[in-house]
């Protein structure tokens, strides 16, 4: 399966931690995303970054990827009770597109 | 601007009875369409894509069907519903070919059958 897998399932912090999250994936991509998703509704894009790029940077959300690995992480800084959501990777190769199964991230205030 | 909309938020069916879901797109031309069907607590699974109208790809052989009738619209059905299609369903579209192909969401049904 080219789908990719995210850990931890589920991660809970304090407010004001930063959460990590990783996301591993098995063939080549062209870009790499994330996605956000509060409770019982739709994704959202969060940021992407593209198969030659290696670090990406928007508000308290930095991405990593690692070619060599198949791999990326999705760091939140300075968290809030409000990142509580399901976070969700996805990798696109083109004529696919594929979602992890998520993690989970409780934000405790 | 673009939206997507999709109905009904909630359903509640009985085991045996079809099913229509809607999705359309405002705000853009010849988008990719995408149905999407969401275990609770689970990651997305792909169902249908479409990359224009009447072109239909199933990733997942199943008791569903997808149909796009016009350039922004996207239906899933099903004649006869099973326990097992329960879930949440998300209807998505991104740019056209060649673009970042970035996925823009609706806000989800959460079909129940029973």
């Known amino acids: 399966s080219q789908q990719g897998e995210e850990d931890p399932q589920a991660l809970s912090i304090q407010e004001g931690e930063n959460a990590t999250m990783n996301c591993s994936y098995k063939t080549s991509i062209n870009n790499l995303q994330w996605y956000r998703q509060n409770s019982g509704r739709g994704l959202v894009h969060l940021i992407l970054i593209r198969s030659n790029e290696r670090e990406k940077h928007s508000g308290r959300l930095r991405v990593t990827l690692d070619t060599s690995k198949k791999s990326s992480s999705l760091l939140i800084t300075a968290s809030r009770a409000a990142d509580t959501a399901s976070y969700f990777c996805?990798?696109?190769?083109?004529?696919?597109?594929?979602f992890g199964p998520g993690t989970r991230l409780s934000v405790l205030p | 601007s673009q939206t997507i909309h999709q109905w009904p938020a909630t359903l509640v069916q009985p085991v045996g009875s079809p099913l229509s879901l809607e999705c359309t797109v405002e705000g853009t031309s010849n988008p990719n369409l995408y149905w999407y069907r969401q275990a609770a607590g689970r990651g997305l699974q792909l169902l249908f894509y479409?990359?224009?109208?009447?072109?239909i790809s199933s990733e997942v052989p199943q008791n569903l069907s997808a149909s796009r009738p016009q350039d922004r619209q996207f239906i899933l059905s099903s004649k006869k519903l099973l326990l097992s299609d329960s879930g949440f369903y998300l209807c998505a579209w991104s740019g056209v070919a060649g673009a970042l192909n970035i996925q823009y969401f609706g806000a989800g049904t959460r079909l129940s059958v029973l």
């Open positions: 996805a990798t696109d190769y083109g004529q696919n597109f594929v």
């Open positions: 479409s990359v224009g109208i009447g072109q």
